[in-house]
């Protein structure tokens, strides 16, 4: 077992300020009457959380969106996908509208959703007239996949919430013939802070050649940027090659779900690797990742992988993970009820059975906690309110709400 490239903190640490809480010192002339200065109030230490019971069940959910108004959209990835609007008691609606699938992967409000009620989707397809293509294209009994992303508009139809004006802007390309199992796909979203770019992850579908996946004329293990509206961004990294998708932004990972930006700027990714070597990276365009090439982690069967090292000419990850949290949701804390955790990056871990908590800073992180939480958990994300709630995994998986522990 390789060694674990983990820069672990003993102690918590504190709070990078969540910008809610406590009042500013107030300067007063000598000799006059004033205000009483007060310091900024620190936020108390959260030593775990409480759970709520399930407040729904979904078969294989798989991501959220907080609403405005507190309801969320929760996606599944069962056999044939599906879309729920949720009420934070429970209820639950199907959306209708959506594309064909054979399950929904991230879902994400545009920027300006308040206006145009319009939402961002990834979704798994299956296409048996595609060209059989990918390790497993001898398998007969298994079927051409690829990953799609599409906007739409969110609203009431006659019997319920309704997608419409549905645009795919999105293919996989190749479609591939996987081996059973994920597939990883990719399909996390994350927009940028000026609402201008969305930025999605596609997955490596568990092919292994590299000179195949650093090939920039496929879009198989790359994180990819977009205009807002779908369209391809003029000033990407390789839009000026002939033979380059010029969607691409990054090359060389294997299977990210997750993406986010913290609140510097930077845009961070969530990849899991595959016998260790999970890993958390800072995205920078233009750059190589390094997957299958180099990883910190090893196949499960076949020759050992290198590990990243100075100068092999790939970008090595912020922090590694042996043994594997296995990341499949992320999100910067915003901090109004979690306000030690204030701008902390939150992973989920299906391994690792709860959140782990990592403080960014600049291009550089540590991990300072673990919360157990006794069970695969998918996704995260923070309400408007700032209570923060998580997808268990499976095809019983719950939603849950997380209420802070002060210690």
């Known amino acids: 077992?390789?060694?674990?490239?983990?820069?672990?903190?003993?102690?918590?640490?504190?709070?990078?300020?969540?910008?809610?809480?406590?009042?500013?010192?107030?300067?007063v002339p000598p000799g006059t009457s004033g205000p009483t200065p007060t310091a900024s109030a620190t936020p108390a230490t959260i030593s775990g959380v409480t759970q709520s019971v399930a407040v729904a069940t979904f078969d294989k959910p798989w991501a959220m969106a907080m609403l405005p108004d507190g309801r969320m959209l929760v996606s599944q990835r069962s056999a044939s996908g599906a879309l729920w609007l949720v009420a934070a008691d429970g209820t639950k609606k199907a959306v209708g509208g959506l594309p064909a699938s054979i399950g929904v992967l991230d879902v994400k409000l545009a920027p300006d959703y308040a206006s145009t009620?319009?939402?961002?989707?990834?979704?798994?397809?299956?296409?048996?007239?595609?060209?059989?293509?990918?390790?497993?294209?001898?398998?007969?009994?298994?079927?051409?996949?690829?990953?799609?992303?599409?906007?739409?508009?969110?609203g009431n139809g006659t019997t319920g919430p309704e997608l419409s004006n549905v645009v795919t802007f999105f293919r996989q390309d190749p479609t591939i013939v996987a081996f059973d199992g994920s597939g990883e796909p990719g399909g996390r979203m994350a927009f940028s802070p000026d609402g201008r770019y969305l930025f999605l992850t596609s997955g490596d579908r568990q092919e292994l050649d590299a000179s195949f996946l650093f090939d920039l004329s496929n879009t198989l293990g790359k994180i990819l940027r977009f205009n807002r509206d779908g369209s391809i961004p003029a000033d990407n990294p390789f839009a000026a090659s002939a033979t380059a998708k010029k969607e691409i932004w990054t090359i060389g990972h294997r299977n990210h779900y997750g993406l986010a930006f913290t609140r510097d700027g930077r845009l961070w990714s969530s990849e899991m690797g595959p016998k260790g070597g999970d890993e958390l990276n800072v995205i920078k365009p233009g750059l190589n990742y390094g997957w299958p090439a180099v990883s910190n982690g090893d196949n499960y069967v076949g020759p050992a992988i290198p590990d990243h090292a100075p100068g092999d000419g790939y970008e090595a990850p912020a922090i590694s993970w042996t043994p594997v949290i296995a990341p499949a949701g992320m999100i910067v804390c915003g901090g109004k009820l979690f306000g030690d955790w204030s701008?902390?990056?939150?992973l989920t871990g299906l391994q690792s059975h709860g959140i782990v908590r990592v403080r960014p800073q600049?291009?550089?992180?540590?991990?300072?906690?673990?919360?157990?939480?006794?069970?695969?958990?998918?996704?995260?994300?923070?309400?408007?309110?700032?209570?923060?709630?998580?997808?268990?995994?499976?095809?019983?998986g719950e939603l849950r709400r997380l209420s802070p522990v002060f210690g």
């Open 117 to 154: 009620r319009q939402i961002f989707i990834t979704y798994m397809v299956e296409d048996r007239a595609a060209l059989r293509v990918g390790r497993a294209k001898d398998e007969p009994t298994l079927f051409p996949q690829r990953m799609e992303a599409a906007h739409a508009v969110l």
């Open 343 to 346: 701008g902390d990056i939150l």
């Open 1 to 27: 077992m390789k060694k674990c490239v983990l820069a672990f903190a003993a102690v918590l640490l504190g709070s990078c300020g969540s910008g809610d809480g406590g009042s500013s010192t107030v300067a």
């Open 362 to 396: 600049g291009a550089s992180a540590s991990e300072v906690q673990r919360i157990d939480l006794g069970t695969r958990v998918r996704d995260i994300a923070e309400a408007p309110d700032g209570s923060l709630w998580i997808l268990t995994d499976g095809a019983a």
